[in-house]
């Protein structure tokens, strides 16, 4: 009677995961199946302990240590001295199932592809006890969510560039302002929005035509992608537009990544069409400012951008600051439902 009842509890789970449409909901989802999963086929008198954990987590809790500063929830309960070999797992690129004997005892590592927020993450299982029959059910069980995470991210991804779209952009959003900027690694953090646009993206076109020109789009978005860090989210809003939205320790950090880019694009040659540039406006996130007004002031700095000699990035609050810009745009409470 208990396995079919833990039987029907997994099913009930496995359904749950077939709810799910972003990306974003999909690690929760994983872990609730597998608690299920392992109840049914390697259960354990202690409580199960798992977690889905990314490198750039790693990372950032390893360079937390000894600081006193405040580390996510997610790490409550794991030993420190862990971090290393954890660390040291993803570093070898591996993609096999791996298990380390520790002092807390028996770790489990399963790598795992699937999110849009981390690129690098493994599912990570502490238990004595599981044979090879349990660790071969948990493979399958992770084949077929990655299929399903297939299936769900794809439809979250521009189809030309492979960037995230628009309606993703929307969603992440939302959920970095529900989280009151906590997200999965070292917090506080500032967070920015920047408009990318291709300077005479029409020249390009109206000359080379129109494969030409997709294949700078394709070009360029891996150069984004390549130059920017792992976990900064890159969007292709339509035609020449992309939007990046970053999570930054210190504020200053945004100018640096954004130059970094600007000098990475000017020194590289486009096949035919040779160098290309972009216009780039950026404005801060903030709790008190509705998402579509980030997105204006964004758009007012990129506008002031293309008009003053492209090129270049131009920062919407320093503009207002220096007179540049009037800021007319309206601040109130962010109401996301």
Known sequence: ??????????MQTLTDLTKVRESLALDPALLSLMQHWLSI???????????????????????TLGSGEVTHAAFDGWVPENYALLLNYMDKGSHQYECLETSSGKLHIFPLQQSIAHKHAILLIQHETLDEEAISLIK??????HHYASLIIENERDALTGLLNRKTFDHCVSKILL???????????????????IDFFKKINDTYGHLIGDEVLILLSRLMQETFREGDLLFRFGGEEFVGVFSCADENDITVLLERFKATLNAHV??????????????????NVLPNTVLERADEALYYAKDHGRNQICFYEELVENGLLSDSTIQGEVELF
């Not at 399958?140 to 969510?145: D, I």
């Not at 506080?188 to 408009?195: G, S, T």
């Open 270 to 287: 486009f096949p035919q069409v040779g160098h290309v540039s972009m216009s780039v406006g950026c404005s801060r996130m903030a709790l």
């Open 1 to 10: 009677m208990t396995t079919q009842l833990n039987l029907s509890e997994f």
């Open 140 to 145: 399958q069980c992770l084949e077929m969510f």
């Open 179 to 197: 989280n009151d900027y906590t997200p999965e690694f070292k917090f506080p953090l500032h967070h920015f929005l920047a408009i990318f646009d």
């Open 41 to 63: 086929f390697a259960a354990q008198p202690q409580p199960i302990r798992m977690q889905v954990l990314s490198r750039r987590q790693l990372v950032s809790v390893i360079s």
